[in-house]
């Protein structure tokens, strides 16, 4: 059986106003509609999500949230679906993204196993308990943990984004309604200066660093002035920067020349971001401290630094 629960995205505009730059709305309900699909990813169910007539005053938009949960199992998940979109909304402040990598694997271990423990507490407690402490408790946290998945926090950041950067609106709100559209429960009310406190402006990862790794050189251009190149690493071709100083005199000092298939031995950093959907992405190469060059003929050159010159 269909479960049905519904939500009301209420934007207050200046001297009661009820009409919106259309373009910025769309943006912001593209990012909403973008939370909910992460969220329901995370929280393993289908759902199919409406839109709803409006109301005069203000801007309010209603949702209309249909689950048809084959395994009754997360049939509680399915019921609690609107409420935990309002609160991952509203009320959990999203803090700047700025670690490395293994923290970010680690993050998301933790996250993915605290929230199927979560809903396993959840699908245990019977239906009519719902308004208890202890049920209010748990959905709290699973809006918690939800809201701290990158893919969310980018979008709900994007999504303040675009309201804080339209003057007329002046709060922002959210709750659970009835199929009749009425209140289930009290606004949750985020004023225009707290904003900024769900807006990430720095999402970026700390570099990944590769130690001894071969690169197949495509298109070498190291001159005086100049030092890019082209390479392969794991099958892929990229552009990267040669920060080895010493390498890069070296080369010049004796003229070394690169063909196509040369490979360097050296340390790779990868430079790294969170684009707009949450995803890790590579933004940059760097090489640092050849060590040797192999060309394709088999001949090898051993590179040796002086222990009190730095490779870069």
Known sequence: MDKRNYLELHFYLENHDHTLNAKLFNLAEAEFIKIVEEVAKILKIEVK????????????????????????????????FGGLISKILADVVANNIKTDTETEKLKKQKLELEIEKLKKELEE????????????????????????????????SNFYRFLNSEDKIIRFATRQVNADLEPLEKENVVPKKDFSKFIINEADIEPDFKNNVEIEIVS????????????????????????????????????LNFSSGTLLICDLELKQKLDSEGEVKIKGHEVYNVIQIVYPDGEVIDIIYDENEAPF
């Open 49 to 80: 999500t409406n839109v709803l007539p409006r109301k005069e005053g203000g801007l309010e938009t209603f949702y209309e949230f249909v689950t048809a949960p084959e395994n009754e199992s997360i049939r509680n998940i399915a019921v609690y």
């Open 125 to 156: 407690i019977d239906l009519k308990k719902e308004h208890s402490p202890e049920v209010i408790n748990l959905k709290d946290r699973l809006a918690l943990y939800a809201a701290e998945t990158n893919k969310v926090k980018i979008s709900k």
């Open 220 to 255: 070498p251009v190291l001159k005086r002035s100049r030092a890019n190149w082209r390479g392969i690493y794991n099958d892929k071709a990229f552009n990267f920067k040669m920060k080895d100083k010493r390498f890069q005199q070296m080369v010049i000092q004796k003229n």
